[in-house]
């Protein structure tokens, strides 16, 4: 089965309204990263992460390693922040693990 | 800082040709990934550089595909005798490469196209 499992695959929200994303992991995960590529293709990196929580702006993220998860909060919710979520874990060594994506659709 | 360069942009090549894709790091960072995105498959590691060092090509079809990085500032992949399931987006990445998982900055990619 897959280690890293997003959820939801796909989502559509309302501008300003807000959203979670989640991971869940059947590996040891030690380390979690968030990326978002939007529509011309390009993953830009919005958090690195260790146990615990970040947050950026809009965006808060948590990695919880007991219970294998991790998710990305969205707030207030922009027609910029469209495109597809990955999450990935690596567990203990330089490899990355991705998810398959959730692909967020914000409208006006 | 430029960020990470990969050029081209897209590749159009006919069936049974060869396709070089180029990446050049951010400077000063010592770790370059390439990873393959397609729609079914998703992101899929190919192979790892670290201090222009093979670590890991588990990922890399083991005919056709071919890593090398002949020094710090780029990484070519090339493949030979194109196929149609060949193409794909081929994404490369870069982290500082003091070890262990790190920050990865991806490039834009190179959009593979075999006719």
């Known amino acids: 089965g897959d280690k890293v499992k997003q959820s939801p695959s796909a989502l559509s929200l309302q501008e300003g309204t807000n959203s979670a994303l989640r991971c869940n992991f059947s590996?040891?995960?030690?380390?979690v990263q968030w990326f978002l590529q939007n529509p011309r293709g390009s993953l830009m990196n919005l958090f690195y992460?260790?146990?615990g929580t970040k947050e950026n702006g809009r965006l808060k993220s948590a990695f919880d390693s007991k219970e294998s998860y991790s998710t990305l909060h969205i707030r207030d919710a922009q027609l910029e922040d469209s495109g597809t979520y990955f999450c990935?874990?690596?567990?203990?060594?330089?490899?990355?693990?991705f998810g398959s994506g959730t692909q967020l659709t914000v409208m006006p | 800082n430029a960020g990470v360069i990969q050029t081209p942009r897209h590749k159009v090549t006919g069936k049974g040709q060869e396709a070089t894709l180029w990446c050049e790091p951010i400077?000063?960072?010592?770790?370059v990934f390439w990873y393959r995105q397609t729609i079914v498959q998703g992101l899929e590691f190919l192979t790892y550089?670290?201090?222009?060092?093979?670590?890991?090509d588990s990922g890399m079809p083991k005919e056709r595909f071919s890593a090398q990085m002949p020094n710090q500032s780029h990484s070519t992949l090339k493949i030979q005798s194109t196929q149609p399931q060949d193409s794909a987006v081929y994404l490369c990445?870069?982290?500082?490469?003091?070890?262990?998982?790190?920050?990865?900055?991806f490039g834009s990619g190179t959009r593979l196209t075999v006719l």
């Open positions: 590996i040891a995960a030690t380390t």
């Open positions: 990935a874990a690596a567990s203990g060594s330089w490899q990355l693990i």
């Open positions: 992460l260790v146990p």
């Open positions: 990445a870069s982290s500082l490469g003091t070890g262990g998982a790190e920050t990865l900055y």
């Open positions: 550089f670290r201090n222009q060092a093979p670590i890991d």
């Open positions: 400077s000063g960072h010592s770790a």
